[in-house]
T-cell receptor
Framework: AQSVSQHNHHVILSEAASLELGCNYS??????LFWYVQYPGQHLQLLLK??????LVKGIKGFEAEFIKSKFSFNLRKPSVQWSDTAEYFC???????????FGKGTRLSVIA | GAVVSQHPSWVICKSGTSVKIECRSL??????MFWYRQFPKQSLMLMAT?????????EQGVEKDKFLINHASLTLSTLTVTSAHPEDSSFYIC??????????????FGPGTRLTVT
């Protein structure tokens, strides 16, 4: 079964700092990759997704992620974080084909002024 | 994009009672819906996969007699928590599948239902 690892449990950054959140998955081959964000008290929102093509994917709110097949990684980045980016971030990958998403444990991002 | 709704968004019930949560795909037909559970400050854990017109498939450790899932139509799945106990208090999230134009798998999430059992 597919598994997803998010190495950072809690990240604390000052505003304008750069962000990189790690995500690794266990199975290779054709994969669809997702990053979701959950703001405090709110539901999951899709940040970005990768299905095929350019491995550098741009999402909403200035986020981007790079798919590196050789490293089984899909790290999330943002050049300059804002206080409003404070949230929980989840990386997710389908178990295989058309089966449900498997989520990483999430990374809590706290952005301080 | 595809929209998934859940009702209610928040429910409080007494221990021993049953609670039904609805999940609807509003603008697409969902042959498959999934139910997740999220404890505070934790990740989403898949509970079961629900296919329209057939029995749900439960993940290991999830009691199927306690968490009854029905997927009677292509736009509606329900989760009934029977004989609820305080440890069932959690955030329940449903999602539904839709295939994009390129045939790639995608899963759309509902806003979640917060269940509190007193």
């Amino acid at each position: 079964a597919q598994s997803v690892s998010q190495h950072n449990h809690h990240v604390i950054l000052s505003e304008a700092a750069s962000l990189e959140l790690g995500c690794n998955y266990s199975y290779g081959g054709t994969v669809n990759l997702f990053w979701y964000v959950q703001y405090p008290g709110q539901h999951l929102q899709l940040l970005l997704k990768y299905f095929s093509g350019d491995p550098l994917v741009k999402g909403i709110k200035g986020f981007e992620a790079e798919f590196i097949k050789s490293k089984f990684s899909f790290n999330l980045r943002k050049p300059s974080v804002q206080w409003s980016d404070t949230a929980e971030y989840f990386c997710a990958v389908p178990n295989s084909g058309n089966t449900p998403l498997v989520f990483g444990k999430g990374t809590r991002l706290s952005v301080i002024a | 994009g595809a929209v998934v709704s859940q009702h209610p968004s928040w429910v409080i019930c007494k221990s021993g009672t049953s609670v039904k949560i609805e999940c609807r795909s509003l603008d697409f037909q969902a042959t498959t819906m999934f139910w997740y559970r999220q404890f505070p400050k934790q990740s989403l854990m898949l509970m079961a996969t629900s296919n329209e017109g057939s029995k749900a498939t439960y993940e290991q450790g999830v009691e199927k007699d306690k968490f009854l899932i029905n997927h009677a139509s292509l736009t509606l799945s329900t989760l009934t928590v029977t004989s609820a106990h305080p440890e069932d208090s959690s955030f329940y999230i449903c999602s539904a599948t839709s295939t994009s134009g390129r045939g790639s798998y995608e899963q759309y999430f509902g806003p979640g239902t917060r269940l509190t059992v007193t």
